[in-house]
T-cell receptor
Framework: GESVGLHLPTLSVQEGDNSIINCAYS??????FIWYKQESGKGPQFIID?????DKRQGQRVTVLLNKTVKHLSLQIAATQPGDSAVYFC?????????????FGEGTQLTVNP | NAGVTQTPKFQVLKTGQSMTLQCAQD?????MSWYRQDPGMGLRLIHY???????DQGEVPNGYNVSRSTTEDFPLRLLSAAPSQTSVYFC?????????????FGPGTRLLVL
């Protein structure tokens, strides 16, 4: 399953399928990106990050892809499990004159059906 | 380590009341921040601190005050609560700097202002 985070904030997939969650970021000067997972009633939890000098980074069952040309970030989850059900946020680090600051997207709700 | 802790977990206030949301971390992180989370708007930065004695405004600072007298604690004060401040508040900490932008979030405080 695939979603565009800002336009389709929900994604429903079957257990065992691969999930793709997308995020469009706003600032071409952003140099660092993070994906967070937030389960119901809990704070966001770091999943994976990527710097702007990379276009792909892999973790355990997760891969982040960065396309700077179109300012697009995606999170791929392999073999999605019921425990992956959560809201997923992308965040971009924008460096300004007063320092760096993280800006978060609104999130995508991922629901995994058994 | 307990990580980032927040108290209280839930709070109901009447308009005009004041209160302090507590945040503490035991990871010796220099960087601490406060966010509010509202439906459809993602996480928005209220105030942040790059170290003891230093604070700065984020994206939505109005109606909130902070102080950072120690590395461990970063309380958020609402001087005169308004219904628009009904939200979920998250405190986060990190080591700071480009190499360690990953923020660790507390469990959140749910605030309802009547």
């Amino acid at each position: 399953g695939e979603s565009v985070g800002l336009h389709l904030p929900t994604l429903s997939v079957q257990e065992g399928d691969n999930s793709i969650i997308n995020c469009a970021y706003s600032n071409s000067a952003s140099d660092y990106f993070i994906w967070y997972k937030q389960e119901s009633g809990k704070g966001p939890q770091f999943i994976i990050d990527i710097r702007s000098n990379m276009d792909k980074r892999q973790g355990q069952r997760v891969t982040v892809l960065l396309n700077k040309t179109v300012k697009h970030l995606s999170l791929q989850i392999a073999a999605t499990q019921p425990g992956d059900s959560a809201v997923y946020f992308c965040a971009e680090n924008i460096r300004g004159t007063s320092g760096s600051r993280l800006t978060f997207g609104e999130g995508t709700q991922l629901t995994v059906n058994p | 380590n307990a990580g980032v802790t927040q108290t209280p977990k839930f709070q109901v206030l009447k308009t005009g009341q004041s209160m302090t949301l507590q945040c503490a971390q035991d990871m010796n992180h220099e960087y601490m921040s406060w966010y509010r989370q509202d439906p459809g708007m993602g996480l928005r930065l209220i105030h942040y601190s790059v170290g003891a004695g230093i604070t700065d405004q984020g994206e939505v600072p109005n109606g909130y005050n902070v102080s950072r007298s120690t590395t461990e604690d970063f309380p958020l004060r609402l001087l005169s609560a308004a219904p628009s401040q009904t939200s979920v508040y998250f405190c986060a900490s990190s080591t700071g700097g480009l190499a360690k932008e990953t923020q660790y979030f507390g469990p959140g405080t749910r605030l309802l202002v009547l």
